[in-house]
């Protein structure tokens, strides 16, 4: 069975300072693995997803993430962090088929301090 | 750019009623999705659809949850006996076969 683990239920960091999200995950084959923004009382916005390659990808707003297949981890970074990164971030992941639907972990809240 | 879309954006109703909630899926996708988020807990998810059937479910789509495409276009969820505990925001989702998920932004159900 398909899994992820978000450790941080709740994050707190002051305005210009670096950010690291944890996700773990666990899935039998070749994961496709996904970090979503939402913002209260919006939908899920895709920030980023690894299917394969360079394990190091790049998402919008400034975010990267790293695929360690050895840790099973995708953490989520953005070197300096705005007010407006304030939202909700979930982790995902998938089969590299639409067959499978995504399972998500249960999210990370970010708070910005000025 | 494409998106999928999601009406009603809000939908209130009485405990018992049946409700339809409605999704447009991208047009070239082939998979169709829908999950639910409880207020203030995890994105779950509820069912996927291809080729005109449905390809997997959770514990959580029971008897009660029944999805349709009805006209090519459309992907409804239907909740036939709607429980307090069915409010929640309910997303759909749809992809190609080695794409990501486009969601939409989600209906606010309100069971009362």
């Known amino acids: 069975a398909q899994s992820v683990t978000q450790p941080d239920i709740h994050i707190t960091v002051s305005e210009g300072a670096s950010l690291e999200l944890r996700c773990n995950y666990s899935?039998?084959?070749?994961?496709?693995l996904f970090w979503y923004v939402q913002s209260p009382g919006q939908g899920l916005q895709l920030l980023l997803k690894y299917f394969s390659g360079d394990t190091l990808v790049q998402g919008i707003k400034g975010f990267e993430a790293e695929f360690k297949r050895s840790q099973s981890s995708f953490n989520l970074r953005k070197p300096s962090v705005h007010w407006s990164d304030a939202a909700e971030y979930f982790c995902?992941?998938?089969?590299?088929?639409?067959?499978?639907?995504?399972?998500f972990g249960s999210g990370t809240r970010l708070q910005v301090q000025p | 750019e494409p998106e999928v879309t999601q009406t009603p954006s809000h939908q209130v109703t009485q405990m018992g009623q049946e409700v339809i909630l409605r999704c447009v899926p991208i047009?070239?996708?082939?998979?169709f999705y829908w999950y639910r988020q409880i207020l203030g807990q995890k994105v779950e998810f509820l069912v996927s659809f291809y080729n005109n059937e449905i390809s997997e479910k959770s514990e959580i789509f029971d008897d009660q949850f029944s999805v349709e495409r009805p006209d090519g276009s459309n992907f409804t969820l239907k909740i036939r006996s709607t429980k307090l505990e069915d409010s929640a925001m309910y997303f759909c989702?749809?992809?190609?076969?080695?794409?990501?998920?486009?969601f939409g932004q989600g209906t606010r159900l309100t069971v009362v």
């Open positions: 047009s070239n996708h082939l998979y």
């Open positions: 899935y039998g084959a070749t994961p496709y």
């Open positions: 995902a992941v998938g089969g590299s088929t639409g067959r499978r639907a995504l399972t």
């Open positions: 989702a749809s992809r190609t076969d080695r794409g990501e998920a486009f």
